[in-house]
């Protein structure tokens, strides 16, 4: 149980993805903060707190940005979502969230199907 001033983070990657790979990361206040998939509670004294995530991977994918207080109270889970594509935003939010992006991937799936389709019909055309 995480104590009152702690900032609960929880991690989704995407499913069947290179999240494997790759690793979130938060920066809390300017400060990097590993984390793990899953749920991660990070000590963090009351106050107003500006949360970054993001996954690392050949550069930085995924950034999303939240502003979190735990000045009164504890504060509500914070939830990230890696996106489906490295072109996506993450998202984030303090009620769970999707993974974004997926429209896009099957944009970019569809279109490499289509152009092998065109080949391959193409192909057969020509001899």
């Avoid at 690793?23 to 400060?31: D, E, Q, R, S």
């Avoid at 009620?95 to 099957?106: E, I, R, S, T």
Wanted: hydrophobic letters at 45%.
């Amino acid at each position: 149980m995480p104590g009152p001033s702690a900032l609960t983070i929880v991690a989704k990657k995407t499913p069947g993805s290179f999240g494997a790979l790759m690793k979130p990361t938060a920066v809390i206040n300017g400060h990097t903060v590993p984390l793990n998939w899953g749920t991660n509670v990070i000590p963090a004294p009351p106050g107003v707190h500006q949360i970054q995530i993001y996954c690392q991977y050949l550069w930085k994918i995924g950034k999303a940005e939240i502003t979190v207080d735990n000045s009164g109270a504890p504060a509500a889970p914070v939830y990230y979502a890696s996106p489906w594509t490295t072109w996506s935003r993450g998202a984030v939010g303090q009620q769970p969230v999707k993974n974004p992006g997926l429209v896009g991937l099957a944009l970019i799936m569809g279109g490499l199907l289509a152009l092998l389709l065109l080949i391959c019909v193409a192909g057969s055309i020509l001899n």
